[in-house]
């Protein structure tokens, strides 16, 4: 279980410890994991009282902000372990009892939606998780996190022809509810950047304008730059992508280069010909709005609390994230001056903007 293997190298009050304001203690994202589990799973389609009778507000995500959730009494230590393999257990016997086809009168059970939403569920606090594990001292990734390979050599940008684009998931299959309905949008013919900004790049831009760097970053006694993430001093490979920035950075970048951040169409209607998806999550300049005929489903807090000109979307996917969730039509989101997610970009250029 991949989120057993992020924590087993770490003791009890390294869980439980605050090292963050935007980030939970991984006690708390733990719990939070098996409580969602329960209530989906083994309460809402199993039809079982809970374990711990209130214990799910707690794990409110909506309800109680990260900064506060180490107030909060939430489960810890061997109680947290317990209830771990215990609602496991629970949910395993629940599958069991359940008929999961395409057909199923219930939403959650039609095409193993709510198995697939508490997987999908999972591997995003794995990354949540990941975020916090930067600033531990030490912490030694597992094999299967790396950081991702340089790109290959290419054209550097692609071009995409203007005219109607079909954008978000189609109507069968694994999604989340902001990533539907599939529709049909107008664009104009653009040029994207075939690969993230690189570091090598970003590095030229700060030299140019005095820029701050990316988070993690400081200078070596060379002169260059290394990451000190996870209480390491590696060197900054220049032909990787830049992570680490904001969107307001990512905006300053594109002014500065004379071209401009993709809309999150714009971003969706060229993955098919983009190279380094999933190396880091790509900032877009789309807030975070519902598509045309947008319902929310199987519960309103998921996307709709969110929605408006307070975030931002980004697009692909990062390092950390598991690769069942880097899909063309996932819309991931943040406050545009937020650092600490794995977040990059690419650049895109119109006929008008030359003009």
């Known amino acids: 279980m991949r989120t057993h293997e992020l924590i087993e190298q770490l ?4 869980l439980n410890r605050v090292y963050a304001p935007l980030l939970s203690p991984l006690a708390w994202d733990l719990g939070h994991i098996a409580n969602f589990e329960e209530l989906w ?8 009282e809970p374990l711990h009778g209130e214990l799910g507000r707690l794990y409110d995500a909506i309800e109680n902000p990260r900064r506060s959730r180490n107030e909060l009494p939430i489960l810890r230590d061997a109680e947290l372990r317990a209830y771990l393999a215990e609602v496991r257990e629970r949910a395993l016997e629940v599958l069991d009892e ?9 939403p959650l059970l039609r095409e193993g939606f709510v198995y697939e939403m508490l997987i999908a569920h999972e591997h995003q606090h794995n990354e949540t998780m990941l975020q916090l594990l930067q600033i531990v001292d030490g912490y030694e990734l597992p094999a299967e996190w790396r950081a991702p390979p340089a790109a290959s050599p290419g054209p550097a940008t692609v071009a995409v022809d203007g005219g109607e684009h079909e954008i978000g998931a189609p109507p069968t299959g694994f999604a989340y509810d902001n ?3 599939r529709h049909a949008v107008e664009l104009a013919p653009f040029e994207i950047d075939r690969t993230p900004v690189t570091n090598g790049a970003y590095i030229a831009y700060m030299e140019a304008t005095g820029a701050e760097p990316p988070l993690y970053w ?6 260059g730059w290394v990451s000190v993430a996870m209480g390491g001093r590696r060197p900054i490979v220049s032909s990787q992508p830049v992570a680490h920035v904001s969107c307001h950075e990512a905006d300053a970048y594109a002014r500065w280069a004379g071209v401009r951040l993709p809309s999150e169409q714009e971003w969706e209607a060229a993955r098919p010909r983009l190279d380094g998806v999933g190396g880091v999550w790509e900032w877009t300049a789309s807030d975070f709005v519902p598509y045309p005929g947008f319902e929310a489903f199987p519960y309103r807090e998921y996307s709709e609390a969110f929605f408006g000109d307070e975030y931002r979307v980004l697009r692909g ?14 819309r991931n989101w943040d406050l545009p001056q937020r650092r600490q997610i794995f977040s990059g970009f690419r650049c895109v250029r119109s006929p008008e903007d030359a003009a």
């Not at 996917?317 to 039509?329: E, I, K, M, Y």
């Open 179 to 181: 990533e539907r309905p």
């Open 41 to 48: 799973l083994v309460q809402t389609i199993g039809g079982r």
């Open 317 to 330: 996917g990062s390092w950390a994230t598991h690769p069942d969730l880097v899909r063309p039509s996932f």
């Open 98 to 106: 359940v008929e999961i086809s395409p057909d199923a009168d219930d």
């Open 11 to 14: 003791d009890e009050e390294q």
């Open 218 to 223: 400081e200078r070596d006694a060379g002169a």
